[in-house]
């Protein structure tokens, strides 16, 4: 079976700094790969998916990941977070042919600090 | 972008009841969504996987019994917590599929505390 690790349970950070969250999986097929956020009270948002093509993915809100296929990684970046970036953030893995069910990593809580 | 919802949003009942919560796509029609459970500090554990008309499919681990899951119509699924002991208490997160985009999109989960 598939799993998803994501070695930062909680990162915290001052406003302006650079975010890098680490994300690994471990199959070997093909797969979707996704990032979502979760705000304080609020339902989960994707923030950015890779399916192919560029390997560099740029979501929403000035994230972005790399899909790394010799790594099984997936790490989400952003240059300069802000303080409205504290949330929790989980890495997601689809593989192509489980009908869209997704595994999800523990997530990172993200506490940005002012 | 979609919009799941879920009702209740926090729910507490007493041990042996039965609960029952919704999941409905408001602007889109979903013919398959998920339900998830997350425990504190953990990930989401996806434990069913519901087809509208047709069965759930459980994963592993997952008593069918007792979470009873109900897909009747393209835009609403339910999960009925049976007899309901305190170790079912968690936040439980449904998904529903817009296959057009291929995109999953989350409700706001449900918290449920069983006494």
């Known amino acids: 079976a598939q799993s998803v690790s994501q070695h930062n349970h909680h990162v915290i950070l001052s406003e302006a700094a650079s975010l890098e969250l680490g994300c690994n999986y471990s199959?070997?097929?093909?797969?979707?790969l996704f990032w979502y956020v979760q705000y304080p009270g609020q339902h989960l948002q994707l923030l950015l998916k890779?399916?192919?093509?560029?390997?560099l993915v740029k979501g929403i809100k000035g994230f972005e990941a790399e899909f790394i296929k010799s790594k099984f990684s997936f790490n989400l970046r952003k240059p300069s977070v802000q303080w409205s970036d504290t949330a929790e953030y989980f890495c997601a893995v689809k593989h192509t042919g489980t009908a869209s069910k997704l595994t999800f990593g523990t997530g990172t809580r993200l506490q940005v600090t002012l | 972008g979609a919009v799941v919802s879920q009702h209740p949003s926090w729910v507490i009942c007493k041990s042996g009841t039965s609960v029952k919560i919704e999941c409905r796509s408001l602007d889109f029609q979903a013919t398959t969504m998920f339900w998830y459970r997350q425990f504190p500090k953990q990930s989401l554990m996806l434990m069913a996987t519901s087809n509208e008309g047709s069965k759930a499919t459980y994963e592993q681990g997952v008593e069918k019994d007792k979470f009873l899951i109900n897909h009747a119509s393209l835009t609403l699924s339910t999960l009925t917590v049976t007899s309901a002991h305190p170790e079912d208490s968690s936040f439980y997160i449904c998904?529903?599929?817009?296959?057009?985009?291929?995109?999953?999109?989350f409700g706001p989960g449900t918290r449920l505390t069983v006494t």
């Open positions: 890779y399916f192919s093509g560029d390997p």
């Open positions: 998904s529903a599929r817009d296959p057009a985009p291929d995109e999953q999109y």
């Open positions: 199959y070997g097929g093909t797969v979707n």
